[in-house]
């Protein structure tokens, strides 16, 4: 009697998460999110080339099986076995078992490959890309707030020179004086008994010292087109402040979204522990079932039936390959 090895069943083929990993990491390397860090923006394309290059060997190689086990010859034989000679039967399921073996070792060949090589990739480490964006954000905030603080400064500074401006126009100085500032003394002496009764003296003298303490003693003999010209260049500055505020605001965006994009590496790194998982799975069960054809005794009837039967479980297992990698 013919004694013919059992095996276990082997383990469907579950590549969920190796497609998760290849769909997660194709996604960020097509955004060129990591570009900020070009090393790591590099291991990323690696693994991006790897899991596709992997997945798209393993269903070629499954593909080529599923070819090769659905003839069904054996299968169309055993049920004609009594018309069957023994010596054609064995002759046609050692062929069978030869050819199949040698598609089965390619493939287990290549999937122990591509799991060492993903074993072999180094792994993303955002420690110290995240410490650098961290720091420039630091950087960043302290001079948006500093730059805030000179463009209020600068707006009050305007106000004030627009105010003062008005003042002295208002008071009718811009005639007076012939088109210039007055010194406090001029106006003091202007204002003296005997002179115009009419001058607000207080309210002008106070926008003169205004215009002083934000313009300095230049202002005295400065014509007022002059000081309009000077709040002109207030406003310009505001303008240009402004417009780099809003470069450090956007800049803040930038650095926030790097740092969304570094936050993503521990999930990165669990999907490709993952990914390994699911290739290690199918090692094991292409290895299993590449042993259980092996042992099959092809010495009667009996033997060529549970070499079919092991054919079958192993279309079953290809057949479940290509379908998650054809999706």
Do not use: C
Request: charged content about 25%; proline content about 2%.
């Amino acid at each position: 009697m013919t004694i013919t090895q059992l095996h276990p069943e082997a383990p469907a083929a579950d590549l969920t998460a190796m497609l998760e990993a290849t769909r997660t990491h194709l996604q960020l390397w097509q955004r060129g999110t990591l570009k900020f860090v070009p090393s790591q923006q590099e291991i990323l394309q690696r693994h991006v080339t790897l899991f596709r290059g992997a997945g798209d060997q393993l269903r070629a190689t499954a593909q080529r099986l599923v070819a090769e086990l659905s003839t069904d010859a054996l299968t169309d034989i055993l049920a004609a076995q009594e018309a069957t000679e023994f010596e054609e039967l064995l002759s046609l399921a050692t062929d069978e078992a030869s050819a199949v073996l040698r598609r089965l070792a390619a493939q287990i060949d290549l999937v122990r490959r591509e799991q060492l090589a993903l074993l072999a990739l180094p792994l993303l480490d955002p420690n110290d890309s995240v410490q650098r964006v961290m720091s420039q954000r630091e950087r960043n905030s302290t001079e948006q707030t500093a730059l805030q603080g000179e463009i209020t400064r600068l707006g009050e500074d305007l106000k004030v020179v627009e105010a003062s401006i008005n003042a002295l126009v208002n008071n009718g100085l811009e005639i007076e004086f012939g088109g210039v500032v007055p010194s406090l003394e001029t106006l003091n002496a202007f204002a003296a008994p005997g002179g115009e009764a009419l001058l607000t003296v207080q309210a002008v003298s106070k926008a003169i010292e205004d215009l002083r303490n934000v313009l300095g003693d230049i202002i005295e003999g400065m014509r007022y087109g002059q000081l309009n010209d000077q709040a002109m260049r207030l406003r310009a500055r505001i303008a240009t402040d402004q417009e780099r505020l809003r470069e450090m605001r956007r800049r803040d965006g930038e650095l926030a979204d790097q740092l969304s994009v570094l936050e993503q590496f521990p999930q990165l790194s669990s999907l490709r522990e993952a990914a390994a998982g699911d290739l290690a799975r199918v090692l094991l069960g292409l290895q299993q079932l590449h042993a259980a054809i092996a042992d099959v005794a092809l010495t009667d009837r009996a033997g060529v039936a549970a070499l079919d039967t092991a054919f079958n479980r192993l279309r079953t297992l290809e057949r479940e390959i290509v379908t998650q990698l054809t999706r």
